[in-house]
C-alpha cells in the first residue's frame, strides 16, 4: 500500500538511512515516490572523445579510469580527484568535493572503462568535470534516460534511484486526484503514468508529459486548498457581523458634502462595498488605486455610511419562529453574536484574572465525562465565563461588583434571557475560588457536571436541585 511505512526491510537498506529519510520528512512509500527528480542525463547520445564536448550544456561520455585519489585542500574540505583518459589518448580530469566515498568506491574500477555525465568547464587549456555522476554499468550506454534526484541528508542520488526501482510495483496503487471533466479538456495522462514516467522515462517526451500533468496537478491542489480555505473562512464568519442595508438617501447626502463629484470608477467601488456590507459576513476587500485617487474618501462614505445605520439598529430581538420554539422546549439558540462581542471575549482571554485562571485550568486538564469547556464564550450580546454546549451550562465568577443594584439588575435581566432559551447558569464566588482548594473545586465540579449530565433530559426538575442544601453548603454560590 502507498501509506506503507518505509523501512529497511522494504528498502534493503540500513537504519542509517531510513532515519535519513525520516529526517527530510520521507515516511512512507507515497512520499519517496513523490520525491521527483530534479533533473536527467540523456544516455541515448554518449560521446567518447573530449573533442565533441560542448561545454554550453551537459555531456555524457565514456571513458577510461585510470586512477582516482582524496586529499585535503587549504582549506581543509575534502577533494577527490580522477584522471581519465577518452578513446582518443587524451587525458582529463575529474573533481568531486566532500565525496568520502567515491575514491573508495570507484578504486576497483581503475583502468577501466565508466560514464561520465555532467557539465565540463575549460580552463587553462584543458577540459575538466566538475562533480560528474558516474555511472560503471556499461550495459545503460545506448538506451536510457537516468533520472537525477535531490539529496537528501546527504543521501546521494544513485540510491534514491535504486530505492525508486524497488518501489516501481507500488505505481499500480496510485489513483486519480483530477476531475475527469478536465482530464478530458486538456488531455491529460492518468496520474498513475504520470508518476511512472518521470521516474522511468524512455524519452524526452514522457518527461514533458509527466512534468506537465504533475504541475498542472500542483498548482490544482494549491489553488483548491486556497479556495476551500477562504470558502470554510467565509462561512465561519457568518453572524460575525452587522448586516447593514445600503440606504441610497444616505449615501447621496454623504456624497453631497464633498467639494467634488465622486467619478463613475469610485462610485461603482463604493456600491461594491456597501453591497457586501449587506451580508452578515465579514467582509475582507482591499481598496487599491493610484496616489490622489480619494482612495480615503470613498473609505470614509462608506465607514459613515455604516456607523449611522449600524446605531439605527435596535437590540435583537427573537424571531417569531424562536418564540414558536421555545413554546415546544426545543433547545435551539440561533441568535448570532455582534462582531464586536468576539473582540471583546479576546481581550478577556488575555487578560484572565487569577480565580479565572485557576477554574479553567481544573476545566481543561481534567476529564467530566468527556464534556468539553469554553472559555470566555460569546453567547449573543453576552460573554459566559466557561460554557459547555454539551450541558447548555454557564459558569460564572461573580466579583463583589455584582452585589450592586444596578449589576444585580443586569444580572436578572441577562439570567431570565437565557434561561428562556435553556441555558443553565452556575454563579460561583470569585473568593471562594482563590481560598478553596484545587482537589474540593474539582470534586465539586466533578459531582456536579456528573450529575447534569445524567439529568440532562429533565431541565426544569434539575435545575431546582441546584439550590439544594448540598449545593449551598458548599459556599460556591452567590
Known sequence: MLGEKLNKTLLRTTDNYIKALEKASILTVNDLLNHFPRDYEDRTNVLDSFSLINIKEKNTIIVKLLSINSQKTANNKLLTKAVIEDKNGFLSEAVWFNRKYLATQLKAYEWKKVIFSWSVKYAFWKVTFQNPEVETDLDKLAWEIVPIYPE?????????????DVLKSFIKEIGEDLPEDIIKKYNFISKRDAVYRVHFPKNKFDIEQAKYRL???????INYRAIGSK?????ESEGRSLALQMNPELVKELLSFFPFEFTSHQKIVLFQILKDMEKPHCMQRLLEWDVWTWKTAVAFVAALHAIIESNKMTSPQPSPLEERALEHSIRKFELKSPGYVFDLAKEFRKNSTESEDKLWNILKNNQFNNIKFRRQHPIWR??????????KLIIELDWKIHDNNFQKEYDDERNNLLKNYWFNILRLKNEEIINKSTDFIYDFLKNFILMKSYTSSNYGSYWNTCSSTFWMNAGFFA
Open 152 to 164: 537528501l541528508n546527504y543521501i546521494p542520488s544513485k540510491w534514491i534511484e535504486w530505492k525508486i
Open 215 to 221: 504541475a498542472y496537478w500542483e498548482l490544482f491542489d
Open 231 to 235: 470558502m470554510q473562512a467565509f462561512k
Open 382 to 391: 453576552y460573554i459566559a465565563d466557561f460554557y459547555s454546549e454539551e450541558l
